[in-house]
């Protein structure tokens, strides 16, 4: 099944709906955090400078893919930020946003002239977001902040790998990832007490706490055990078995039998029933104790089958197993696509004039998100949002003078 097919609609509206926000923030927390938001309505305005957000440069065939998945609904206005005339004009812009999101090194927003003691004189109820790596205190404010240093930093990649081989980083976005989301969540309790009392205020968002936060208990687990969690690459610590096998015709499976009923109906399942009283896996701490063992016996089983014939065999069972998909096979899968979890929207940059992202994500029952429009061209939208704020003279001069681009 193919993903399905949706058409934007300018005229679409969800549930936040009249919330402006202005985006000033660069590559992914930011615009993970904004496009939430604007996939329910929100009107998320871009503010770039004239080489635009960087995540326009990262390209694939010559396609912006990123930004075009992160930043639809989006508006964008393109100003000369190094400009003084641009920052009175950010300044305007505030005054009649609810929110604000930057993810400048700290102290950058102070020097340009933007920090949010000035904002708020302007506009009390704003809540703004600043997104760091380190945060805006403490002794590493000033250092770099890129997702990379905070996945090792947190102990993620201390952990993920296996115990023979060096530490992995994930390969997709994870901190920058959170980050966004917990923002997203965190942004609209801001909202909701400046909504109740009329009191703004300013969100010191991290890369670093929303993984650090995903990585507990370890530090309990530490202090009791005095033992560092081993690399395990895909078993778990926990709760075995959990792993993932190959089957005969090369595909692979993730298999999880965490509880006691599940086991013992696994080990039924591949005419085991003789190890529900082994002393070696008789009990989950029998099973951790002895995983390479009992790993050894399932991976076996699924080596003889093909990844059909294990996942029905299983699946029959009632064995919690799944195969392990890649981008290709999701393409492909009937579940994302009745689901949505992949759609496709018009495109004329990718082959065939369709381009495939994402679907809404989370799903509301009332306010279900909306595709208002394409991640927008650079300063796309300038006279429609600056033309009714200043007026088409002043636009015009700024145009003129330099501090509003075109892309």
């Not at 509206?13 to 309505?41: E, F, I, Y």
């Not at 890369?207 to 005095?226: R, S, Y």
């Not at 709760?239 to 005969?248: F, G």
């Not at 595709?371 to 015009?396: C, I, K, M, Q, T």
């Amino acid at each position: 099944m193919s993903p399905h097919r949706h058409s934007f609609d300018p005229a679409a509206t969800g549930a936040l709906q009249g919330l402006r926000v202005l985006d000033l923030s660069r590559l992914v927390a930011g615009n993970m955090l904004t496009k939430v938001l604007a996939d329910h309505g929100a009107e998320v305005v871009k503010l770039e400078p004239p080489e635009g957000d960087t995540l326009r440069a990262w390209r694939i065939k010559g396609v912006s893919t990123t930004w075009k998945t992160l930043s639809r609904n989006k508006l964008s206005v393109c100003l000369a930020l190094r400009d003084p005339a641009a920052i009175e004009v950010v300044k305007r812009m505030a005054a009649e946003a609810s929110m604000l999101v930057e993810s400048f090194r700290p102290g950058v927003l102070e020097a340009m002239g933007l920090a949010p003691e000035v904002l708020l004189a302007i506009n009390p109820r704003l809540v703004i977001i600043r997104i760091s790596g380190w945060g805006q205190d403490g002794p590493y404010r000033h250092k770099p902040g890129f997702g990379t240093l905070v996945e090792g930093y947190a102990g993620f990649a201390a952990v993920n790998g296996f115990a023979d081989r060096e530490p992995v980083l994930p390969p997709m976005y994870m901190a920058d990832g959170y980050a966004g989301l917990y923002g997203a969540a965190t942004a609209m309790i801001a909202l909701r007490h400046a909504e109740a009392t009329g009191q703004g205020q300013v969100i010191d968002l991290t890369l670093f706490d929303p993984i650090h936060v995903m990585m507990e208990p370890q530090h309990a687990n530490w202090q009791l055990t005095g033992e560092l969690k081993p690399r395990t690459g895909s078993r778990s610590t926990n709760a075995v078995p959990r792993n993932a096998y190959q089957t005969r015709d090369g595909g692979w499976v993730c298999l999880s039998a965490s509880t006691q009923g599940m086991t013992e109906k696994l080990f039924r399942s591949i005419g085991r029933a003789d190890l529900i009283d082994d002393p070696r896996f008789r009990t989950n701490a029998d099973r951790v104790r002895h995983g390479e063992e009992l790993d050894a016996i399932i991976a076996g089983y699924i080596a003889e089958r093909s990844l059909a014939e294990t996942l029905a065999h299983f699946d029959a069972a009632g064995v919690t197993i799944g195969p392990i998909m890649d981008a290709a096979m999701l393409a492909e899968d009937d579940y994302v696509a009745a689901r949505e979890a992949v759609i496709e929207v018009p495109d004329e940059e990718m082959p065939g004039g369709w381009l495939p992202m994402h679907g809404m994500v989370p799903r509301l029952s009332a306010t279900p998100g909306i595709l208002a429009r394409p991640a927008p061209r650079l300063g796309e939208h300038n006279e429609a949002v600056l033309g009714p704020l200043l007026g088409e003279a002043a636009l015009a001069r700024l145009r003129e003078s330099g501090v509003v681009r075109e892309g």
